[in-house]
C-alpha cells in the first residue's frame, strides 16, 4: 500500500497543481493524507472542494487544532496513515506523472533501500531569487546510487518531497524526532548511517523555488549560526542513541567519521557561543565536516566583527 503525506499551509496559490499531479499518477496513491497547519487563507476548503469534485474516496484532509510547524506536521503526517511505501509532498511542486510508478518499482526491487530519492527539475518563480544557493547538480541518467557515508553525513541533499521511504524504517527513527527537525533531514540522515540511502537519479518533480523556499538566500548571523550549530549537537546525540539503543554495528571508518563530526560540532559550538577563538584554530583541521570551507571564514569573520552575511 502506498501513502502520500502532505502538509498545507496557506497554500492555494499552486495547490491545484499539484493536487492535479497526485491525482494523475499512473500508479495512483491508495492513500493521499493532507495535514493543514491552521492555514489562514481557503486551503482546507479548496482541498475539500478538490476531493469533491474527483470523488476521491481515499483522499482525507485534517487541520490541526493549533499551528505546530512544518516539521511536526510532517511527522504527525505519518501516524495518519497506513501504508507500506510512504512518499512526502509539499503543497507547491509539480510530480511527474510516472513518479509513484517508477519509485514503486525500485523500492519493490530493492528492499535494501530504506530511503529512496529522485532527482529533480527545479523551477523559478521570482527574479529575486538567486537561482537558489549551491542548487545540486544531477546527473538524471537514470541509475541508481548509494549514498556515501562520510564527514558531510550532517548535510542534505535531496529535499523531502522527492523521497520514498518504508514504514517499517519511519517507525524505528521517529523515536529520535525533536521539535524543528525537518523531516526529510532525519530521514536523510538515519538512511546513510545505516547504509539504505540511495538516490535514484530520475527527475520525477518539477521543485517550484520562490522566495518563500527555506533554501533561498537569506541572511546569516551570529545568532542563526549559534543556533545551528546547537541544532547539530542535539542531531548527534539523538543519533549516538539510537546507534546505542537499536545496536547499530558500525564499522571502524564510521566510528572515525562520526567521532570527528562530533568533536567538529562541539569545537564549532564553544567557538561560535563562547567565542573561543581556540576553538576556531583547531577547526582548521575539521574543513571537511564544514557544508563548505568558506563557512570556517565567515564564522570567524562574524565572531570577530560581528558582521552579517549573505548565505
Not at 142 to 164: A, S, W
Not at 227 to 256: C, G, H, P, T
Not at 270 to 279: A, E
Amino acid at each position: 500500500m502506498v501513502s502520500i503525506i502532505m502538509s498545507t499551509y496557506n497554500g492555494t496559490t499552486y495547490l491545484e497543481e499539484q493536487l492535479d499531479s497526485i491525482r494523475l499518477q499512473t500508479r495512483p496513491a491508495d492513500e493521499v493524507v493532507i495535514s493543514d497547519d491552521c492555514s489562514k487563507d481557503q486551503t482546507v476548503e479548496a482541498v475539500k472542494a478538490y476531493i469533491q469534485k474527483y470523488d476521491l474516496k481515499n483522499w482525507s484532509i485534517c487541520r490541526n487544532e493549533t499551528n505546530c510547524g512544518w516539521e511536526k506536521n510532517f511527522m504527525q503526517g505519518i501516524e495518519k496513515t497506513r501504508g507500506d511505501l510512504l512518499f512526502f509532498a509539499d503543497q507547491d511542486d509539480i510530480w511527474e506523472a510516472e513518479k509513484l510508478e517508477k519509485m514503486c518499482a525500485v523500492m519493490e526491487q530493492h528492499p535494501e533501500i530504506s530511503v529512496l530519492a529522485s532527482d529533480y527539475t527545479p523551477f523559478y518563480m521570482d527574479a529575486a531569487v538567486d537561482k537558489v544557493r549551491n542548487e545540486e547538480k544531477m546527473q538524471s541518467d537514470g541509475t541508481l546510487e548509494q549514498y556515501p557515508f562520510d564527514t558531510g553525513f550532517l548535510y542534505v541533499h535531496r529535499p523531502g518531497c522527492v523521497y520514498c521511504t518504508r514504514r517499517s524504517f519511519a517507525e524505528k527513527i521517529k523515536l529520535y524526532w525533536f521539535e524543528k527537525y525537518p523531516h526529510d533531514a532525519l530521514f536523510w540522515r538515519y538512511a546513510n548511517l545505516t547504509g539504505g540511502l540511495y538516490l535514484y537519479h530520475e527527475p520525477l518533480i518539477r521543485f517550484r523555488r520562490h522566495a518563500n523556499n527555506a533554501s533561498s538566500v537569506a541572511t546569516t548571523g551570529l545568532a542563526k549560526k549559534t543556533a545551528d550549530a546547537v541544532y547539530y549537537v542535539e542531531v548527534l546525540k539523538k543519533l549516538e542513541q539510537f546507534i546505542k539503543e537499536q545496536n547499530i554495528i558500525l564499522s571502524d571508518r564510521q566510528k572515525r567519521i562520526i567521532g570527528k563530526v562530533i568533536r567538529y560540532s562541539r569545537y564549532r559550538l564553544r567557538f561560535l557561543k563562547d567565542h573561543s577563538l581556540l576553538c576556531g584554530i583547531r577547526l582548521i583541521r575539521y574543513l571537511d565536516c564544514y557544508y563548505a570551507p568558506k563557512t570556517w571564514i565567515s564564522d570567524w569573520i562574524i565572531v570577530l566583527f560581528k558582521k552579517e552575511m549573505k548565505r
